[in-house]
Each structure stands twice: as C-alpha cells, then as structure tokens.
C-alpha cells in the first residue's frame, strides 16, 4: 500500500514539474522590459507602483507561457523530430493536448485579470499582444515577409505603449514629465 501511495505521489510531483516546465518560466526574463518604466520614473520604493509593475510583469509572463504552449501543440509535430525539442512535454506525451489546453485557458484567464487589475489600458495591450503572437504561431510564422511586416512593429509598438501606460500608474508628480502631462496625467 505504501509503495503504491509513494508511486502515486512521484507521479503527482512529476505532473508538476511538466506543467511548469510547459509554461517556460526561465523565459519570463524577457519580459523585464515591463519594470522600466518603474526604475526610470524613480518611484521604485513606492508600494503601489511596485504592485502596479508586478502585476503587468506577471501579466505579461502568463500569456507568454500561453503563447508557449499554443505554440507547441501546433508545432508538436514537427518538435517530435526535432533533437532538442522532442523531449518537450508536448511533444514527448508528457503532457497530453487536451491537458495543455486547459492549462493555457487557465493561464491566460490569470494573465488577463492581472492585466485588468492594472487597467484597461494594459488588458488591451495583452490582448493584442496575445492575438498577434497566437497568429504567429498559428501560421504567419510560415509566410516569411509577413512575420518581419507584422509581428515586430505590433510587439514594437506594444513595448512603447506599455512603457506609457505603466508611467501614468506610477508618476505621482506630472510636472516632472511635462511631454505626457497631456495624455497620461489627470488634468
């Protein structure tokens, strides 16, 4: 009994060691580019801009994961051949399709509501951000100009639209920024 109680439990452990590994939490690190807006407004000590910026950071880091996961189940595939991407828990069978779906539904729905916590702005942000790279993923990826012509204005444009969003959040003082006193401050 005890045996099958040990087996049960490494195989619970494992599940979630492949879950984690399909979110691909090592590659949040690219999402850093969300806390400078907090660094470069001087605010970094201020509780409610640190929330604010943890908040989209995780935003961010979650529909990445998602976007990793789509990406996966349609490239699973071709990984399968693949050295290195074989061994990935979709392609491997570690995590089945089914299974992979529900945890990107779930990790997206997360990801959206930290976004709407911060404000509407940023939600849509995500969205877009989410949409375009869904699509890459579902097949522009494949037409070759078309990824160069869309894929990297779109997410260009969303770093310079986050940057601005997230300074509204935290500068407390709109004199010190008199260029976005017009669009980002209350009047």
Not at 57 to 76: G, H, K, V
Not at 96 to 112: D, K, N, P, T
Not at 118 to 131: E, Q
Request: glycine share 4%.
């Amino acid at each position: 009994m005890k045996q099958v109680e040990a087996e049960n439990s490494a195989k619970e452990r494992n599940k979630v060691l492949v879950y984690l590994s399909v979110l691909r939490p090592g590659q949040w690190v690219k999402n850093g580019f969300v806390w400078a807006p907090l660094l470069f407004s001087g605010q970094f000590n201020q509780w409610e801009s640190f929330v604010i910026t943890i908040k989209a950071f995780f935003s961010f880091c979650l529909i990445s994961s998602t976007i990793y996961i789509i990406n996966d189940l349609c490239d699973r595939r071709e990984d399968r051949q693949h050295p290195v991407k074989r061994f990935r828990a979709i392609a491997s069978g570690a995590l089945r399709g089914r299974e992979a779906l529900l945890l990107s539904g779930a990790v997206m729905i997360l990801s959206l509501f930290l976004g709407w916590q911060v404000n509407m702005r940023l939600l849509a942000i995500v969205i877009v951000y989410a949409i375009v790279n869904i699509a890459y993923s579902l097949g522009i990826k494949h037409v070759a100009i078309l990824d160069v012509m869309v894929i990297y204005p779109v997410l260009k444009s969303i770093v310079i639209l986050l940057r601005f969003i997230l300074l509204k959040k935290t500068i407390t003082n709109c004199n010190t920024y008199p260029n976005l006193h017009n669009n980002f401050c209350a009047h």
